[in-house]
T-cell receptor
């Protein structure tokens, strides 16, 4: 079972920031938070991951709360091509970490 | 950059037929994975491999077999196709298994069993 909780759907206006929340209240100290997205019928695409600190790359920013029980993926300037299902996944560093457990994710729709 | 390559992209099988889904990666990754995704659902792990000659079951291995004779290739075999195996199959790879290495996915094989 997925160890994360995400809203099933969200909408965002093109050009605005998209903030996708994720709850992972049972996360343990050595587990990373990963974000992937899946654009219609394509393979999942890696976006970003983090352990404790906030992270930023060319695609997005990841904000992790101090207690690590929740996080937010931020797409700073959403475009129509960002419409996809976004998956938040927690993943350990050893023993049982050989798989990504995908839940149902959040369907993000970016509107013109 | 090729990354993870899956073939074929589409296939229709009759019940009871067999086939092999091919997966190859050119990133020298030692970990490889097979997932299936049913309509409207997340991915479920079928099998994975931590290196050549080593494979292990995921959460839904029944009806499938795998082999890993080389670092680059990780084929998935369906011996007796059943309608329940109609799905989209994704192969993935990662450099090494730790919490700090993302998995990279292929574009999938869409399989229908009729």
């Amino acid at each position: 079972d997925a160890k994360t909780t995400q809203p099933p759907s969200m909408d965002c206006a093109e050009g605005r920031a998209a903030n996708l929340p994720c709850n992972h209240s049972t996360i343990s100290g050595n587990e990373y938070v990963y974000w992937y997205r899946q654009i219609h019928s394509q393979g999942p695409q890696y976006i970003i991951h983090g352990l404790k600190n906030n992270e930023t790359n060319e695609m997005a920013s990841l904000i992790i709360t101090e207690d690590r029980k929740s996080s937010t993926l931020i797409l700073p300037h959403a475009t129509l091509r960002d419409t996809a299902v976004y998956y938040c996944i927690v993943r350990g560093t050893q023993g049982g970490s050989e798989k990504l457990v995908f839940g149902k994710g959040t369907k993000l729709t970016v509107n013109p | 950059n090729a990354g993870v390559t899956q073939t074929p992209k589409f296939r229709i099988l009759k019940i009871g037929q067999s086939m092999t889904l091919q997966c190859a990666q050119d990133m020298n990754h030692n970990y490889m994975y097979w997932y299936r995704q049913d309509p409207g659902m997340g991915l479920k792990l079928i099998y994975y491999s931590v290196g050549a000659g080593i494979t292990d079951k995921g959460e839904v291995p029944n009806g499938y077999n795998v082999s890993r004779s080389t670092t680059e290739d990780f084929p998935l075999r369906l011996e007796l196709a059943a309608p329940s195996q109609t799905s989209v199959y994704f192969c993935a790879s990662s450099y090494k298994e730790s919490g700090n290495q993302p998995q990279h996915f292929g574009d999938g094989t869409r399989l229908s069993i009729l």
